[in-house]
């Protein structure tokens, strides 16, 4: 999935790779981007498989939105994972999971108003739940 590299941990502190635009410039956040709705189709997408993968690596980020996703050249990339949470150890699990897909359909669905059909949240836990 497309999260920040990490390169060290010192005293409580985690130094990430920097994510930047074409241009090199630190990239904006999601919310700060104008998409086509070719565009909001395919960072879902992406986004929906890193989710995903995260929850087949045990883990639901638990703040998932617009404001926690960075967009460089070749699309969306995932932050603020401290606070992500045990999948299978979390009693709120699912609920949280649910929420962090729901946020991405609501955003998307604003540039590709037919995503806001889409369940993906249940679907995706019902893998979890098997």
Not at 23 to 28: C, L, S, Y
Not at 49 to 58: E, N, P
Not at 80 to 86: E, G, I, S, T
């Given at each position: 999935m497309?999260?920040?590299e990490p390169h060290g941990f010192v005293d409580g502190v985690l130094l990430m790779e920097m994510i930047s635009d074409a241009?090199?410039?630190?990239?904006?956040r999601l919310d700060e981007v104008t998409l086509t709705p070719e565009q909001a189709q395919t960072y879902y997408a992406k986004v929906i498989?890193?989710?995903?993968?995260?929850?087949?690596?045990?883990l639901i980020h638990g703040d998932l939105s617009e404001f926690n996703v960075l967009v460089d050249a070749s699309?969306?990339?995932i932050?603020?994972?401290?606070?992500?949470?045990?999948?299978?150890g979390n009693n709120s699990a699912a609920a949280m999971l649910y929420r962090d897909v729901d946020n991405m359909r609501n955003y998307f669905g604003q540039f590709a108003p037919e995503l806001l059909n889409t369940?993906?949240?249940r679907d995706v836990g019902a893998v979890r739940n098997r």
């Open positions: 497309r999260v920040p241009e090199g410039n630190v990239a904006p498989q890193d989710v995903v993968k995260m929850l087949c690596a045990g699309g969306p990339v932050i603020d994972l401290p606070q992500a949470v045990d999948a299978a369940e993906y949240g």
